[in-house]
C-alpha cells in the first residue's frame, strides 16, 4: 500500500559565521526504507529526536523529503508544489498526540469533523450531515455533542473528535502520532480498542507513531525502530519476546517499567541520552551507548540486512545474537 | 508511630464559577523514614494539589480552604507560620516538579540557581565557603557529567533528562528528610527515565531519605515504591504496601486500572477498557465519585459516601466492594 524508498530529510542549520562555524546539516530522517501492507498497523518507535514525527509528515506531506520516493497504492507522491497534496487529499489523515491542541477551540464539534469533508468538496450539505453524525457515532460521540465546542469535553472525548475528523472522509491510511500519550490509562484502554475496531471495520491501514513499546505491542503488527534517523530494526511484535534483537530495542524494552513490584527489572538502564541529531556519531549510531560496541561499530554504519522472517536488524554484530 | 510525616483529613477545595471544586478531601497518609510512598491516580484526581497542599504552595486565587493536620517531626505544617514554613520547604521537604524546563530560571545558570538553593537555607548549609564544593558534590551524586562545565550552562543548553538531574540535585541540596517528586519522569524518554528511577533508588539507599512520588505509571510505582495510595476524584480509594495493591487490588478503580494498563508481553489483545471518563470535580454528586463508572455499584453507592474501611494496620479503603474482597481474601 505504501512504499518509502531512501527517504531524507536534511535540515540546514545556521551557521554562526562570526564564530567562523560551517553550516551544520540536521539528518533528521537519514535514508529510510519500508513497506507498509494494506490493512496492516506499522508501528513506528524511538525516543525524542529519533526523528519519528518527521517521517510521519513526510507520508502525509506535511514536511517535503529532501531525497527519496514515496509511493501510494501504485503512483508515486509528488511534492506540493505539483499537487503532492491533492494526491492524496481524501486518502491520509492524522490523529494528533494532543487532543487540547489539534482542536480548534471556536469551532462546534460538527464543524471539526465536517472540515475535511468540505474541504474535498463535491457533496452536498445534507450528505456531509449524514456522514459527520456517521461518524460520530462511530467513535461513540453522542448526536447532541455535535453542537458542542471542545472545552466541553474531557481529554478522551477529545482524542474521539480528533478521530471522527479523520474518519470523516473514509481514508485508507491513518497515520497516528501518539494519539494516546496525552491520555489517561483508563481512556487510553477506550481509545486503542476503538482505533483496533475500526481498523476491522474499514480494513484500514495505519502508521502508529508512539514511544511507547507496550501499547504498540497491543495495537501494532510490525514495529520498526528508529535511531537518530536511521532505522535500527524492522520486526514483527512477536519476534520483541526473541533473543535476537537489536541492543537498542533490547535497551528500550529492557527499560519499561513492569506493573509488577514481583518482577524486578532487567539489568542496569542504557547509560547516555540519544547525541544531538546535528552532531550523529560516526560508524553505527547507537554505539556510543551500545554495551555490545566493538571497534567495527565506530567505523563502519551496519546495513540494514534480512535476517529472514520480515525481521531486519542494522547491526554488525547480529550474526553473534 | 515512627512515621516521619503524618497526614490527616487533608483538603483543599478551590472556589471557581462553575461550584466549589473539592480537588483533595480529607486525605490520610503516613510517611516513615526511608519509605517510597507512591501516589497514583489520573488527572484530576487531585494528587498534585495533595502534595502542593502538604508545602502550602497551593496557588491562592481561587482557594476556599485548605485544611487538615500535617504533622512532620511532631510540629503541624497547617499551622506553622510563614517564616518557619520557608525553612521547611526545598530545605527538609524538598519538591521536583515534572517540567524542568518550566520549574528553572531560563536565564540564570544552572550553577547559579543551586548556590542560591544553599544561601536561602543557612540553617542546612552553614559553612559559605563549601557551597562550590557541595554543589558540585551533589551535582557528581545524580549523574552529570562533567559538573563543573554544566555549572556554567543555561536551561536551555541541556537535554530534558539533564535538566531533571539539575532539578533533583537542587531538591537535594539541602539534604532533605522528605523528597516530593511530582510526574519527575512522564517528560522523559523511557531510558531516561530507568536512569532517573534508578538515581532515585540509589539517593534513599545512602540517605534514608523519604520520598513522596506521584505518577499515573503503575508500573513506575510497580519498580520503585514500598507502598502506594490510589487517588480517584480528590480522595485516597485505596492505600496499601505495594505488593498488595498490586498482587490483591480491592478497590473496582484499583481493579479496573491495572487491568486496563497495557503489559509488554501481551501481543494484539484488546485492552480492558473501563467505561466512561475521569469525573467532573465541580459535579460531584452525594455518592462514591466512581460509582458511575463501577461495574459492582450497589444502590447506596450513588446516594452515600462511601465511609473508610480501615483494614489492617493504617490501610484504608473507601468502598463497601472492597470491604467484603478484603474479608474474602483475608
Known amino acids: 500500500m505504501i512504499e518509502v524508498r531512501n527517504l531524507k530529510k536534511h535540515y540546514r542549520l545556521p551557521a554562526s559565521r562570526w564564530l567562523g562555524e560551517k553550516p551544520a546539516t540536521l539528518r533528521a530522517v537519514d535514508g529510510v526504507s519500508f513497506t507498509i501492507e494494506a490493512g496492516e498497523t506499522l508501528g513506528l518507535v524511538g525516543e525524542s529526536g529519533s526523528g519519528k514525527s518527521t517521517l510521519g509528515q513526510m507520508l502525509l506531506m506535511q514536511t517535503v523529503p529532501t531525497e527519496g520516493r514515496i509511493i501510494f497504492d501504485g503512483t508515486e507522491v509528488q511534492d506540493p508544489k505539483s499537487g503532492g497534496m491533492h494526491q492524496l487529499k481524501g486518502k491520509v489523515q492524522v490523529v494528533f498526540q494532543d487532543p487540547y491542541d489539534a482542536l480548534n477551540p471556536r469551532m462546534r464539534v460538527r464543524d471539526i469533523i465536517a472540515e475535511p469533508l468540505r474541504n474535498l468538496q463535491g457533496q452536498s450539505d445534507q450528505e456531509i450531515v449524514q456522514q459527520v453524525e456517521a461518524v460520530a457515532q462511530q467513535v461513540g460521540l453522542r448526536v447532541e455533542d455535535l453542537s458542542k465546542f471542545p472545552h466541553q469535553f474531557s481529554g478522551g472525548q477529545r482524542q474521539r473528535i ?67 534517523g536511521k532505522i535500527a530494526e524492522i520486526l514483527k511484535v512477536e519476534d520483541l519476546h526473541k533473543h535476537k534483537l537489536h541492543p537498542y530495542t533490547r535497551a528500550l524494552i529492557d527499560s519499561i517499567p513492569v506493573p509488577d513490584p514481583a518482577r524486578a527489572k532487567a539489568g542496569q538502564p542504557l547509560s547516555g541520552e540519544i547525541p544531538d541529531p546535528a552532531k550523529a556519531p560516526t560508524g553505527c549510531r547507537f554505539s556510543p551507548r551500545c554495551t555490545m560496541a566493538q571497534a567495527v561499530c565506530k567505523e563502519r554504519e551496519p546495513e540494514l540486512s534480512d535476517l529472514g522472517g520480515g525481521h531486519w536488524m542494522a547491526c554488525h554484530r547480529s550474526a553473534e545474537m | 508511630m515512627d512515621s516521619l510525616l503524618q497526614v ?62 500535617v504533622l512532620f517531626d511532631g510540629t503541624d505544617l497547617m499551622h506553622l507560620n510563614e517564616e518557619g514554613m520557608r525553612r521547611v520547604r526545598g530545605a527538609r521537604i524538598a519538591m521536583v516538579t515534572q517540567n524542568p524546563s518550566t520549574s528553572l530560571n531560563p536565564v540564570l545558570t544552572v550553577g547559579a540557581q543551586l548556590m542560591e538553593t544553599l544561601r536561602f537555607h543557612p540553617d542546612r548549609s552553614p559553612d559559605q565557603s563549601r557551597f562550590k564544593e557541595r554543589m558540585l558534590a551533589m551535582m557528581h551524586e545524580v549523574q552529570l557529567p562533567n559538573p563543573a562545565a554544566i555549572a556554567q550552562r543555561y536551561p536551555f543548553q541541556l537535554s530534558g533528562g539533564m535538566k531533571q538531574r539539575i532539578s533533583i540535585a537542587m531538591a537535594l541540596l539541602c539534604e532533605p528528610e522528605i523528597l516530593i517528586a511530582d510526574e519527575p519522569t512522564t517528560a522523559l524518554d523511557v531510558t531516561i527515565q530507568a536512569q532517573i528511577l534508578d538515581l532515585i533508588r540509589s539517593l534513599r539507599q545512602a540517605h534514608g531519605t523519604s520520598v513522596i512520588f506521584i505518577t499515573h505509571d503503575l508500573g513506575v510505582v510497580a519498580q520503585l515504591c514500598d507502598s502506594v495510595a490510589v487517588m480517584y476524584g480528590g480522595k485516597v480509594i485505596e492505600y496499601n504496601t505495594a505488593s498488595e495493591v498490586f498482587r490483591h487490588p480491592r478497590h473496582p478503580y484499583t481493579q479496573g486500572l491495572l487491568q486496563s494498563n497495557p503489559i509488554f508481553g501481551n501481543t494484539r489483545s484488546r485492552l480492558h477498557a473501563m467505561p466512561g471518563q475521569p469525573p467532573d470535580l465541580a459535579a460531584l454528586g452525594p455518592g462514591c465519585a466512581f460509582a458511575p463508572r463501577c461495574s459492582q455499584a450497589q444502590q447506596s453507592c450513588l446516594t452515600t459516601s462511601p465511609s473508610a474501611t480501615l483494614l489492617d494496620g493504617h490501610f484504608r479503603h473507601l468502598c463497601p466492594v472492597a470491604e467484603t474482597q478484603g474479608a474474602a481474601s483475608a
Open chain 2, 8 to 69: 490527616d483529613q487533608l483538603s483543599t477545595h478551590f472556589r471557581t464559577p462553575r461550584g466549589l471544586v473539592k480537588a483533595v478531601d480529607g486525605v490520610d497518609l503516613r510517611l516513615r523514614k526511608g519509605e517510597i510512598l507512591g501516589i497514583v491516580g489520573e488527572s484530576g484526581s487531585g494528587k498534585s494539589v495533595m502534595a502542593q497542599s502538604l508545602l502550602r504552595v497551593v496557588p491562592k486565587s481561587n482557594l476556599a480552604h485548605s485544611d487538615g493536620r
Open chain 1, 162 to 228: 480528533g478521530i471522527a475528523r479523520a474518519l470523516s472522509v473514509q481514508p485508507k491510511f491513518l497515520v497516528l502520532d501518539e494519539p494516546v500519550s496525552a491520555l489517561d490509562v483508563s481512556v487510553q484502554a477506550q481509545v486503542i480498542n476503538l482505533l483496533m475496531d475500526i481498523q476491522e471495520q474499514h480494513q484500514m491501514t495505519y502508521l502508529f507513531i508512539s514511544h511507547n513499546l507496550a501499547v504498540v505491542e497491543h495495537i501494532c503488527d510490525r514495529v520498526l525502530i528508529l535511531y537518530l
